[in-house]
């Protein structure tokens, strides 16, 4: 079975501070997604990652950053960490494009509630 | 612009009373659309993939089918632990690798 971890299930932090969210997949996926999840607003990408230090913005990167310098690793950074960014933040990891056209499925993390106070 | 649609937002069942969830998407090619399920606090759980209009796929009391504008699950005689709520998405055939969420049906079914 696909394993997507994430470093942490909760997490409370300070207006201000660096936050580093962690996400390892154990598939050799090429592709790595991270999602932020709000009620009545869906699942919505931040940024992803579809090679070792490739990445491209998403529909929502602003205050955020990424770093992918292993294929097994996707972090994502919160630069200085708002209120307005406490949410459910999910990874999600999948087969390239140029390698699998049909087994394009993303398999997801169990997600890290991120509270900013 | 592309988008997707899923509806209702919300469906209360009786236990053994068959129902479906629709999908509908307004975009600029196809490439796969998906099934997921989440549990509350969790991450979303894969369960279907469909790639083109007439293709149906099914696991246990769900059956996803897909047409050229929309899709539908739907779920026979569920059991509350069928409760979840099921999230839609679609990757495009255009583009790059991500996938496009609808804001998801919650279900819930009652004993």
């Known amino acids: 079975d696909v394993k997507v971890t994430q470093s942490s299930r909760y997490l409370v932090k300070r207006t201000g501070e660096k936050v580093f969210l962690e996400c390892v997949q154990d598939?050799?996926?090429?592709?790595m997604f991270w999602y932020r999840q709000d009620p009545g607003l869906g699942l919505r990408l931040i940024y992803f990652?579809?090679?070792?230090?490739?990445?491209e913005k998403g529909d929502i990167p602003e205050g955020y950053s990424v770093s992918r310098e292993k294929k097994e690793r996707f972090s994502l950074i919160l630069e200085s960490a708002s209120t307005n960014q406490t949410s459910m933040y999910l990874c999600?990891?999948?087969?390239?494009?140029?390698?699998?056209?049909?087994?394009?499925?993303?398999?997801f993390g169990q997600g890290t509630r991120l509270t900013v106070v | 612009e592309d988008q997707v649609t899923q509806s209702p937002e919300a469906l209360r069942l009786q236990e053994g009373e068959s129902s479906s969830l629709n999908c509908s998407y307004t975009?600029?090619?196809?490439?796969?659309l998906f099934w997921y399920r989440q549990d509350p606090g969790k991450g979303p759980e894969f369960l279907f993939t469909l790639y083109s209009a007439g293709e149906e796929k099914e696991k246990e009391r769900l059956k996803a089918t897909l047409t050229k504008k929309e899709s539908f699950l739907h779920i026979t005689a569920p059991k509350p632990e069928d409760s979840a709520t099921y999230l839609c998405a679609v990757r495009l055939r255009f583009g790059n690798e991500k996938l496009t969420f609808g804001t998801g049906t919650r279900l819930t079914i009652i004993p």
């Open positions: 990652s579809y090679d070792v230090k490739m990445k």
């Open positions: 999600a990891s999948s087969w390239g494009r140029r390698l699998r056209i049909r087994d394009t499925e993303a398999f």
């Open positions: 975009v600029s090619g196809l490439r796969g």
């Open positions: 598939m050799d996926h090429e592709n």
